[in-house]
């Protein structure tokens, strides 16, 4: 397998078509993944947006006092309440702002980024992930698009790449039926291939000033297996997040 940049990708502006500007820029094959990074979707999508359209509410203060109390920084309440109007779930309240989006991801600040954002406060995640990740399918050669993000880890340090939207290809491998090593049949495996491949293209794709949004990952297979289009968790069988709504916070 090899994965390798889309190279001199510019400035994304709201409009641009994504597709049309990795398409100029490489020649695609049919099996190739092409991996997009939210923040270049959200700006072709025109996902910007300021402190000032999001007049804090009641409930919003409220979350940013205590957050202020509990880290001595202060906390915007127009900030807590732009996390909760992208956001269906409030999964914790402190020492951050854990929520799930639209869509079922689950991250803190429902992923708001305020880095990288020319002009305005905020850029929010796209709306609609999976069906970004069609839109661009559409308008390249490659038959598969995943849209990464990047977000911590619950009990470790670091981010990586995770996916918040796919086309082309499930979710996951499906190994549950399939044989080990020493013949016995595996019962839970179930392999998040698009987690994995969003984790590979971030390594190249890289942080900072000095990043690159489009990652091509070349001769990936997905092999004889069994395939999963599951991906985020019910909350039913959900245990962390169920844990989550008892807890609290004691500093």
């Known amino acids: 397998m090899e994965l390798f940049p889309v190279p001199d990708v510019p400035e994304i502006r709201e409009g641009d078509d994504l597709a049309a500007l990795v398409s100029e820029r490489v020649d695609l094959r049919p099996d190739d993944v092409v991996c997009v990074a939210s923040t270049v979707v959200s700006k072709a999508e025109g996902r910007f947006a300021d402190l000032d359209d999001f007049p804090a509410g009641p ?15 202060e906390k ?81 340090h670091g981010q990586r790449g995770v996916a918040i939207g ?44 000095g990043g690159t949004p489009v990652v091509v990952v070349r001769n990936f297979e997905w092999g004889d297996h069994g395939e999963s289009d599951a991906h985020f968790r019910d909350i039913d069988g959900d245990f962390v997040r169920q844990a989550l709504r008892e807890w609290r916070y004691d500093p």
Not at 59 to 71: I, M, Q, Y
Not at 112 to 137: C, F, G, T
């Open 166 to 209: 796919w086309a082309g290809l499930s979710a996951s491998r499906d190994w549950r039926g399939e044989a080990d090593r020493d013949g016995r049949e595996l019962g839970v495996t179930v392999e998040s291939v698009v987690d994995e491949l969003a984790a590979a293209a971030n390594l190249v794709q890289g942080e900072g000033d």
């Open 59 to 73: 409930r919003a203060r409220e979350l940013a006092a205590r957050l202020a109390e509990l880290t001595g920084d």
């Open 76 to 156: 915007d309440p127009r900030f807590a309440q732009a996390v909760l109007e992208e956001s269906v779930d409030l999964v914790m309240s402190e020492p951050f702002l854990l929520t799930e989006t639209r869509f079922g991801h689950v991250g803190v600040n429902a992923g708001i980024d305020r880095s990288n954002v020319p002009d305005h406060d905020l850029l929010l995640l796209p709306k609609r992930p999976a069906e970004s990740a069609e839109r661009i399918r559409a308008g390249v050669d490659a038959d598969r698009v995943v849209v990464t993000d990047t977000c911590g880890r619950p009990f470790r």
